[in-house]
Nanobody, 125 residues
C-alpha cells in the first residue's frame, strides 16, 4: 500500500490542524495505521494508531485528549485531528501502515513496513 500524508502547515499555539493519510494501491482493510512524528534532533515518536478492522485507537500520553485519530471507509483515509496545539508538537508527521502489527508493538515504528512522505507541522508560540 502506498501512503500519502497531507494537511500540515503553520498554526499558532492553541490552534488546530487535521492531517490526512490516504492509501492507494490497496485498501486499509486489515491494516493498522499509525502516526509518528520527528522533531529536529529528536527520535521519531509514536503519536496515535488505529486498527482499521474494529476501529480500536491508541494514543501517546502527550497527545491524549488533544488529538483524535479516525477513518473514512469510503475514502480509504485516516485522519489525525490535532487540537490545542503546542510548540512542542512541531515536527514532521508521517503515517505508516502494516498488516502484521500486534497490539503490544503498536507504538514502535519498527513494527510498520509501509511509510509515506511526511508533512511538516509548525506551531508558533
Amino acid at each position: 500500500v502506498q501512503l500519502q500524508a497531507s494537511g500540515g502547515g503553520l498554526v499558532q499555539a492553541g490552534g488546530s490542524l487535521r492531517l490526512s493519510c490516504a492509501a492507494s494501491g490497496r485498501t486499509f482493510m486489515s491494516y493498522v495505521i499509525g502516526w509518528f512524528r520527528q522533531a529536529p534532533g529528536r527520535e521519531r515518536e509514536f503519536v496515535a494508531a488505529l486498527k482499521w478492522s474494529g476501529g480500536a485507537t491508541y494514543y501517546a500520553d502527550s497527545v491524549k485528549d488533544r488529538f483524535t485519530i479516525s477513518r473514512d471507509n469510503a475514502k480509504n483515509t485516516v485522519y489525525l485531528q490535532m487540537s490545542s496545539l503546542k510548540p512542542d508538537d512541531t515536527a514532521v508527521y508521517s503515517c505508516a501502515a502494516s498488516r502484521t502489527v500486534i497490539t503490544s508493538s503498536i507504538r514502535y515504528s519498527r513494527s510498520y513496513n509501509n511509510w509515506g512522505p511526511g508533512t511538516q507541522v509548525t506551531v508558533s508560540s
